[in-house]
């Protein structure tokens, strides 16, 4: 029985996506798991992964086509079957001839080229109907203008107006210029993020607690551990590791918001706000609890890596109930963050400094002290769940060699 793969909501909210490069020819023979195309959503490209085995018979859309999320994009056949089958119809969205007038690109390839500095208008599009695609960015030249300056307008010079001898010279006029300013148009992602966010703070209860961290034993320890590894770790390995470890604590805070139930989960997938050029993406660390500090260091580093090249897989932006935002390598003491559903709590972290503080014994002293705040969805954790995680956490990272048993 012939398997018709279809074009996959990789992005909450999505209503289309674009087929970047397809992966497979036909004839190909493919396993469950193995990447059948890079998609390209809003954030990112995406490589999509066959869900069923078979042969691939047909597919149904060009490279750079964007297409509705649910509509069909290749056919697989099963055992005995041909290996062609007829095409299925499609309703593309962007698959029409461009004019002239019209330049056709992505809104990534867009972006790319604003952030390099490159003119669309002088690449040429090596894609379907001339559409320019990633690639065309790379080629040696991309952009360059042809060093012929634009002709400066030529106009007539004013007839100059004379005063007569008795009269007294006026002053020139009072010119009011316009305020200066140019308009970007949004990008896809930057539309993703509004819309995500606004449903957010419209639909999501959020609540907000706060602590201070003394993170001296912390910092110490990360040097330590520096010292005698070839993965660094970083400030925020080390809380990604204590935001599991209070999870395991507070198991209630580790849910999510469903229609119909509360969803709890047993393994502790944490999400990683990164910042990319346009925007920002949340790749999710899964099964924090489980791992040493440098598998994380090293796991983290490899995402924010591939999320600023635009080259994450689809399970990697999917999943976690938790998400961090660390703001503190800017110098932000102190923040609030916006839930990014499904999730139901998110942590901003600020930065770690020099603070006095009065310790047990009364004195005033100076210790590196952490602001801390927590998110919460009220529909999913009340205020005291949510105390006592965020005590549990502050406990752990306090009490940092606990993380290393």
């Excluded at 055992?79 to 461009?98: C, L, N, R």
Aim: glycine share 8%.
């Amino acid at each position: 029985m012939s398997i018709t793969v279809r074009m996959p909501a990789l992005a909450a909210g999505a209503t289309e996506a674009a087929v970047q490069t397809w992966l497979v020819a036909v004839g190909d023979t493919v396993s469950a798991g193995q990447p059948l195309a890079e998609i390209e959503t809003e954030k990112a490209i995406v490589e999509y992964e066959a869900e069923e085995a078979g042969t691939v018979a047909a597919l149904l859309v060009e490279p750079g086509t964007s297409v509705a999320v649910g509509d069909p994009i290749a056919v697989l056949a099963g055992e005995g079957e041909p290996a062609e089958a007829p095409p299925v119809p499609v309703s593309t969205v962007a698959a029409a001839a461009p004019t002239p007038s019209r330049l056709f690109a992505s809104p990534l390839v867009r972006r790319l080229a604003r952030e390099r500095g490159i003119d669309l208008t002088t690449v040429r599009g090596s894609g379907p109907h001339g559409r320019i695609v990633r690639r065309d960015l790379d080629v040696p030249g991309a952009g360059e203008s042809s060093g012929t300056a634009a002709p400066v307008p030529q106009h007539a010079p004013e007839p100059r107006a004379t005063t007569p001898p008795s009269s007294a010279p006026r002053p020139a006029p009072a010119t009011v210029s316009a305020p200066a300013f140019r308009d970007e148009s949004h990008t896809a992602m930057r539309r993703a993020i509004a819309r995500r966010l606004t449903e957010s703070v419209t639909t999501v209860p959020h609540f907000f607690l706060t602590a201070d961290c003394r993170v001296d034993e912390l910092v110490d320890l990360r040097t330590r551990i520096n010292a005698r590894t070839a993965v660094k770790v970083s400030v925020n390995d080390i809380v990604l590791k204590a935001v599991a470890a209070a999870m395991t604590d507070v198991a209630d805070a580790n849910a999510i918001w469903t229609p119909d139930a509360i969803r709890r989960f047993d393994a502790v997938d944490i999400g990683v706000a990164v910042s990319i050029p346009g925007g920002l993406v949340t790749p999710v660390v899964h099964d924090v609890r489980t791992k040493t500090l440098g598998v994380i260091a090293a796991e983290v580093r490899d995402l924010a890596e591939r999320a600023r090249a635009g080259r994450l897989k689809q399970h990697e932006l999917e999943g976690g109930s938790f998400a961090v935002s660390n703001l503190g390598m800017y110098g932000t003491t102190e923040f609030s963050a916006i839930i990014n559903p499904p999730h139901a709590g998110i942590l901003a972290v600020g930065a770690a400094s020099p603070r006095p503080v009065v310790s047990a014994e009364g004195t005033l002293e100076v210790a590196t002290v952490m602001t801390v705040t927590l998110s919460a969805d009220h529909r999913v954790m009340d205020g005291a769940v949510a105390a006592q995680w965020l005590a549990a956490f502050v406990g752990h990272v306090e009490n940092p060699l606990g993380l290393l048993l």
